[in-house]
């Protein structure tokens, strides 16, 4: 097994289905010759051809909307967003139109296909370089939500995204971009995009988070075990549909329960797992359930170290939630 | 009061005069498909007439007319190949009976029952047809286009021998996708043709009100689409328009903006006043153009019509339609289950959950039937 980073994985994946399903093609603004803005496509328009890996106009709702038509017609398009916070020209096609296909024609008509989009903070991006806008999508009926946050992970969901029969926006966290390596299979593999992944073990705390925030969580467990406090980390991988037993259960066995993500608090992801886990598990809940997660504001630029949870602020409501 | 049409429409291509008579070269069509022609726009029109009136006896639930189109959609449909796909709009349910809709499904689909192949999802005049290659719409307007640039990519990208025919109104015209998909179409030369069916109105607001372009077919130039204008009212110009451009796609030269100019008889739907915005002046005027009225002149002047066949020709349309309004009035309603299904490929367990706690509410006052059973979790 090679030791890649996040990128690579992905790069690795698309190359995988490029060769295993000559249906696949993979395309969006600079993603040719040019690799993408990230390098995540690099070197696939020199290896499969322009045919399979090649540039669009600049227009995401044509970018997508062509994408739908292309699922439709027998290809498998894997389209990529430049960054998350250029998506919204394509809202329209993603919500009334891919996620709604399959359900609108009684099941004659399907769009599979995959939305690659790098998304959060991070790099210094500022509002529109750095968003995390997940809860827009996972509104949507329809529509998949898949993020990682491990290399390996990073590939094997990209690749069942690719097989999936469903559309799926497949969120990349930019800053976990380069930032990890980790043990990557060379061959095609598939992680289930219905299961959680238990990152950490503990039976104090269980902190629910995904991508860039699951090393921070991580972080702060190990600040916690310092502490005597043992705090077990849920990695959700997949936001829809939620693995809600999963859930429940992880939830159930510390019976504290802090939720963490770099998105707005207000109606956001974290808001679903709470009331998740107080209509099912109420009963098994010590403490009030606590959220981390970015201000209720547009995302800064010189503050994003602040606007974004840190390990301090993790561990804080941590070490509260035990002591409630 | 506005009027709607007062854009240029560059002398449209035209092959029969209002009056019905020849002024143009015939296309290349048999007696029997020259009568099919007819008989596909008479039988739109009876079923306006039928829907129209179901609509108003609060039978089913909303109509959306395409009196006075009718050349536009069948004369084009006749003009596409088998394989080809047809990417509709709000009229163009004609053109799919014409490719191979059964008309108990289009009556099914007015219904919204268990035998409309949507499942009753969608409000009424949404058809869709897998077999003859017609995907519904979905009400968002020119959404649709990019999709029908995208499958036309990939029917080239498979090696298949498809032309994808994308119609729209001039509302459309105005959308993001409308610019999206002919910029792509334009950059890919992807096979497929641009069909816009300029009927003067966007609901309410009049085509000259809807850009400031010359024309509707000069709007494909800056992406590179060369476009035509055509008289919309002249069944045998819109096949003839269409021929060509579709033709000229399936060689590869790229796509076409094909802009039919017709007019919109009726409301733009059966909950729509038009008497509030336009003039009836220029609907009158209009009449004169009838595209049915147009064919029918034409068969009859040339023998291939006897005189009063149309009569017999429209009653024999209502015979067999009526027949099947009566059938579909009478199915069932959907299966409850279709409430969650369709969602995904496979109903998740969230949506298992959340339909089983719904049937044991609705099981309490005893509506539930045994198809609407509980699944498995």
Same mark, same amino acid.
């Given at each position: 097994?090679?030791?890649?980073?996040?990128?690579?994985?992905?790069?690795?994946?698309?190359?995988?289905?490029?060769?295993?399903?000559?249906?696949?093609?993979v395309?969006?603004q600079?993603?040719?010759?040019?690799g993408?803005?990230?390098?995540?496509?690099?070197?696939?328009?020199?290896?499969?051809?322009?045919?399979?890996?090649?540039?669009t106009?600049?227009?995401?709702?044509?970018?997508?909307?062509?994408?739908?038509?292309?699922?439709?017609?027998?290809?498998?398009?894997?389209?990529e967003?430049?960054?998350?916070?250029?998506?919204?020209?394509?809202?329209?096609?993603?919500?009334s139109?891919?996620? +709604?296909?399959?359900y609108? #024609? !009684?099941g004659?008509?399907?769009?599979?296909?995959?939305? $690659? *989009?790098?998304y959060? =903070? &991070?790099?210094?991006?500022?509002?529109?370089?750095?968003q995390?806008?997940?809860?827009?999508?996972c509104?949507?009926?329809?529509l998949?939500?898949?993020?990682?946050s491990?290399?390996?992970?990073?590939k094997?969901?990209?690749?069942a995204?690719?097989?999936?029969?469903?559309?799926?926006?497949?969120l990349?966290p930019?800053?976990l971009?380069?930032?990890l +390596?980790?043990?990557?299979p #060379? !061959?095609?593999?598939?992680?289930d995009l219905?299961?959680l $992944? *238990?990152?950490?073990? =503990? &039976?104090?705390?269980?902190?629910f988070?995904?991508?860039?925030?699951?090393?921070?969580?991580?972080?702060?467990a190990?600040?916690?075990?310092?502490k005597?406090?043992?705090?077990?980390v849920?990695?959700l991988r997949?936001?829809?549909p939620?693995?809600?037993?999963?859930?429940?259960?992880?939830?159930?066995?510390?019976?504290?329960?802090v939720?963490?993500?770099?998105?707005?608090?207000?109606?956001g992801?974290?808001?679903?797992?709470?009331?998740?886990?107080?209509?099912?598990?109420?009963?098994?809940?010590e403490a009030?359930i606590?959220?981390?997660?970015?201000?209720?504001?547009?995302f800064?630029?010189?503050?994003?170290?602040?606007?974004l949870p840190?390990?301090?602020?993790?561990?804080d409501?941590?070490?509260?939630?035990?002591?409630f | 009061?506005?009027?709607?049409v007062?854009?240029?429409?560059n002398?449209?291509?035209?092959?029969?005069?209002?009056?019905?008579?020849?002024?143009?070269?015939?296309?290349?069509?048999s007696?029997?498909?020259?009568?099919?022609?007819?008989?596909?726009?008479?039988?739109?029109?009876c079923?306006?007439d039928?829907?129209?009136?179901l609509?108003r006896?609060?039978?089913?639930?909303f109509?959306?007319s395409?009196m006075?189109?009718?050349?536009?959609?069948?004369?084009?449909?006749?003009?596409?190949?088998?394989?080809?796909w047809?990417w509709?709009?709000?009229?163009?349910?004609?053109?799919?009976?014409?490719?191979g809709?059964?008309?108990?499904?289009?009556?099914?689909?007015?219904f919204?029952?268990?035998?409309?192949?949507?499942k009753?999802r969608?409000?009424?005049?949404?058809?869709?047809h897998?077999g003859?290659?017609y995907?519904?719409?979905?009400?968002?307007?020119?959404?649709?286009?990019?999709?029908?640039v995208g499958?036309?990519f990939?029917?080239?990208?498979?090696?298949?021998?498809?032309?994808?025919?994308?119609?729209?109104?001039?509302g459309?015209s105005?959308?993001n996708?409308?610019?999206?998909?002919?910029?792509?179409?334009?950059?890919w030369?992807?096979?497929?043709v641009?069909?816009?069916?300029?009927?003067?109105?966007a609901?309410?607001?009049?085509?000259?009100?809807?850009?400031?372009a010359?024309?509707?077919?000069?709007?494909?130039?800056?992406?590179?689409?060369?476009?035509?204008?055509?008289?919309?009212?002249?069944?045998?110009?819109c096949?003839q328009?269409?021929?060509?451009?579709?033709?000229?796609?399936?060689?590869g030269?790229g796509?076409q903006?094909?802009?039919l100019?017709?007019?919109r008889?009726g409301?733009h739907?059966?909950?729509?006043?038009?008497?509030?915005?336009?003039?009836?002046?220029?609907?009158?005027?209009?009449?004169?153009?009838?595209?049915?009225?147009?064919?029918?002149?034409?068969?009859?002047?040339?023998g291939?019509?006897?005189?009063?066949?149309?009569?017999?020709?429209?009653?024999?349309?209502?015979m067999?339609?009526?027949?099947?309004?009566?059938?579909?009035?009478a199915?069932?309603?959907?299966?409850?289950?279709?409430?969650?299904?369709?969602?995904y490929?496979?109903?998740?367990?969230?949506?298992?959950?959340?339909?089983?706690q719904?049937?044991i509410?609705q099981?309490?006052?005893?509506?539930?039937?045994?198809?609407?059973?509980?699944?498995p979790?």
């Amino acid at each position: 097994m090679a030791l890649l980073t996040l990128l690579q994985a992905i790069n690795d994946g698309l190359r995988n289905a490029l060769q295993d399903d000559p249906s696949v093609l993979v395309f969006g603004q600079d993603v040719g010759p040019k690799g993408g803005v990230f390098l995540a496509t690099e070197n696939l328009t020199s290896e499969f051809g322009e045919a399979r890996c090649f540039d669009t106009p600049l227009s995401e709702d044509g970018i997508i909307g062509a994408a739908i038509g292309m699922a439709m017609n027998g290809l498998k398009p894997v389209a990529e967003i430049q960054f998350q916070d250029f998506i919204f020209p394509a809202f329209d096609q993603i919500v009334s139109e891919a996620a +709604k296909l399959r359900y609108r #024609s !009684g099941g004659q008509y399907t769009a599979p296909m995959v939305i $690659r *989009t790098p998304y959060g =903070g &991070g790099i210094r991006g500022g509002l529109y370089h750095s968003q995390s806008g997940e809860a827009y999508f996972c509104h949507t009926p329809g529509l998949k939500v898949v993020v990682p946050s491990t290399p390996h992970d990073a590939k094997g969901l990209l690749m069942a995204s690719i097989a999936d029969p469903d559309p799926v926006l497949f969120l990349e966290p930019k800053a976990l971009y380069r930032s990890l +390596k980790g043990e990557v299979p #060379s !061959g095609s593999y598939s992680v289930d995009l219905s299961t959680l $992944r *238990t990152a950490r073990e =503990g &039976g104090d705390v269980t902190v629910f988070c995904y991508g860039a925030m699951v090393p921070v969580a991580l972080k702060a467990a190990d600040q916690a075990a310092e502490k005597g406090i043992e705090v077990c980390v849920v990695d959700l991988r997949t936001l829809l549909p939620l693995d809600e037993e999963g859930v429940l259960d992880a939830a159930k066995r510390t019976g504290r329960v802090v939720i963490l993500h770099e998105a707005p608090r207000f109606c956001g992801y974290g808001a679903e797992l709470s009331a998740l886990i107080a209509e099912n598990a109420i009963e098994y809940i010590e403490a009030p359930i606590k959220r981390v997660t970015g201000f209720d504001t547009p995302f800064p630029n010189t503050l994003e170290h602040h606007y974004l949870p840190d390990e301090r602020r993790v561990l804080d409501a941590i070490e509260t939630t035990h002591a409630f | 009061m506005t009027l709607a049409v007062n854009i240029s429409t560059n002398d449209p291509f035209q092959i029969l005069a209002p009056d019905g008579s020849v002024v143009g070269d015939l296309p290349q069509l048999s007696e029997a498909e020259l009568v099919d022609i007819l008989r596909g726009m008479l039988r739109v029109r009876c079923i306006d007439d039928r829907m129209l009136k179901l609509q108003r006896a609060g039978r089913i639930g909303f109509v959306g007319s395409a009196m006075g189109q009718e050349a536009t959609m069948i004369g084009s449909a006749v003009a596409l190949l088998p394989q080809d796909w047809l990417w509709s709009g709000l009229r163009e349910g004609g053109a799919a009976i014409m490719r191979g809709l059964p008309l108990d499904e289009y009556v099914a689909q007015m219904f919204c029952n268990a035998n409309d192949t949507a499942k009753g999802r969608q409000m009424c005049n949404h058809f869709q047809h897998k077999g003859s290659h017609y995907p519904s719409w979905s009400s968002v307007i020119g959404t649709q286009i990019p999709h029908g640039v995208g499958a036309a990519f990939a029917a080239r990208q498979r090696g298949l021998d498809e032309v994808h025919v994308i119609f729209f109104g001039d509302g459309a015209s105005s959308s993001n996708g409308f610019h999206s998909g002919l910029n792509f179409a334009g950059v890919w030369k992807a096979p497929c043709v641009f069909v816009l069916v300029h009927n003067g109105w966007a609901i309410s607001v009049s085509s000259r009100n809807q850009t400031a372009a010359n024309s509707y077919s000069a709007k494909g130039t800056a992406y590179g689409v060369e476009g035509r204008e055509v008289d919309g009212n002249c069944a045998l110009a819109c096949y003839q328009a269409l021929k060509e451009a579709t033709d000229s796609a399936r060689r590869g030269a790229g796509p076409q903006l094909v802009v039919l100019n017709t007019y919109r008889m009726g409301g733009h739907s059966s909950s729509d006043d038009p008497s509030k915005y336009r003039d009836e002046a220029e609907v009158d005027e209009w009449r004169d153009k009838d595209p049915i009225e147009r064919m029918t002149r034409f068969l009859e002047a040339r023998g291939s019509l006897a005189a009063g066949a149309v009569d017999e020709l429209r009653d024999e349309l209502f015979m067999e339609l009526d027949t099947v309004i009566r059938t579909q009035e009478a199915a069932p309603r959907m299966s409850w289950r279709t409430l969650v299904e369709d969602v995904y490929a496979d109903v998740p367990p969230h949506l298992r959950q959340q339909y089983n706690q719904f049937l044991i509410t609705q099981e309490k006052y005893g509506e539930a039937s045994p198809s609407d059973g509980a699944f498995p979790l």
